[in-house]
């Protein structure tokens, strides 16, 4: 496989790996120089809103890509975050797996999303043994609100592109944003 369809078949798998589109408008990340916001055309579910930005390299291939969803809950509605991080995962898993992808995701653990507490996995896939995608989830609840972040990119970029991910995570103030 080319460098460049290797690119092509991570921005696919990563898209195929979204929730539904929603409007993003009040969901807002403050990206750093270099990272282009794109365009998420907006669903009849007014519940959820997203945001979804794509670092490149000179060439153009995707370096790393990074989607925030944030989900409104019904009214004492309980998420079992766990549960669903892993859903998550498995679904991951699977639709790299019907690419021809293999993965092993680290064990889910706490960390923290925009001020919240929050679970983590992080997902290394493999093709013929070879590391070609790193891809981290977050989820995290709070009152009414479910967010979920989603990070991913090749091997080298993801890296290379992780410090800065890690200082847009930490600039994230979630509870305080939206209701």
Known sequence: MTVRHRYTAFAGLLLALSLPAANAESL??????????QAVAPETDSNIQRQRAVKNDANGDPQMVMELTHSTLAPE???NMEAVLLEM?????KNFAQGGYQSACNKIHASTLG???????TCKITQNGNH?????????????????LSYAGPAQGYKANEPEVQGIRASLRLGHTLP
């Open 28 to 37: 807002m990340i403050t990206w750093p120089g270099g990272w282009e916001v």
């Open 77 to 79: 509605h309980q998420v």
């Open 89 to 93: 995962r498995k679904t991951l898993q």
């Open 115 to 121: 001020g919240l507490k929050a679970l983590e996995t």
């Open 132 to 148: 070609v995608i790193t891809q981290t989830l977050v989820a995290a609840t709070q009152r009414q609100s479910a967010y979920a």
